[in-house]
């Protein structure tokens, strides 16, 4: 299993700043992805977030909005830029752990609760 | 058709019924499937995971499989009122790259 952290737990912000949300995993992992799981909705993914490469984001999120880094296998964090209040979320940091294809599992953060004024 | 889609409930039950989630999916995913349990205002936690036809037994917790109708059950025996939660289904897209999510089931466990 993977135990990940997120910092921080949550936050108020006004609109038209920008939040760095940071996601710590305690063992290498090879894939690591953002969600985000808007009030009362399930979790949508919003990007791959690749070591040593630029993120890879799904239809409807873009970088300038999300930008998403990746130094090392461990570690990652997702900016929200910009924000308006249809960003207040929770956003999910999660890890998969890989021991063949087709018994990889996927572990998540506790989110950080985003708040938008 | 959704890729996988849930009946987002309420399904209620009274304490010590068997509780059956469903899930159903498209031949857009691929053949592994998991159910996380989501208290309200925490992240998911993965309970099961299942990948071959038929059942697979944990504890209280039973996943079931059927690739020909393309569906994937959880029952939860013994229901508790500590089960109360949100049960999503999710499965791999676009081959194994990306882990995606059903809208979930709200199950209430009523003493």
């Known amino acids: 299993s993977a135990v990940i952290s997120q910092k921080p737990s949550r936050d108020i912000c006004q609109r038209g700043t920008s939040l760095t949300i940071q996601c710590q995993v305690d063992?290498?992992?090879?894939?690591m992805f953002w969600y985000r799981q808007q009030p009362g909705q399930s979790l949508t993914l919003i990007a791959t977030a690749n070591q040593g490469s630029e993120a890879t984001y799904e239809s409807g999120f873009v970088i300038d909005k999300f930008p998403i880094s990746r130094p090392n296998l461990t570690f990652s964090t997702l900016t929200v830029s910009n924000m308006s209040p249809e960003d207040s979320s929770i956003y999910l940091c999660?890890?998969?752990?890989?021991?063949?294809?087709?018994?990889?599992?996927?572990?998540f953060g506790p989110g950080t609760r985003l708040t938008v004024l | 058709q959704k890729e996988v889609e849930q009946n987002s409930g309420p399904l209620s039950v009274p304490e010590g019924a068997i509780a059956s989630l469903n899930c159903t999916y498209s031949?857009?995913?691929?053949?592994?499937f998991f159910w996380y349990r989501q208290y309200s205002g925490k992240s998911p936690e993965l309970i099961m995971s299942i990948y071959s036809n038929g059942d697979k037994e944990d504890g209280r917790f039973t996943a079931q499989l059927n690739k020909a109708s393309q569906y994937v059950s959880l029952l939860i025996r013994d229901s508790q009122p500590s089960d109360s939660a949100t049960y999503l289904c999710a499965a791999f897209s676009g081959g194994y790259n990306k882990l995606i999510f059903g809208a979930g089931t709200r199950l209430a466990v009523h003493p």
């Open positions: 063992s290498q992992v090879t894939m």
């Open positions: 999660s890890a998969r752990v890989t021991s063949g294809t087709s018994t990889d599992t996927q572990y």
């Open positions: 031949d857009r995913v691929s053949q592994s």
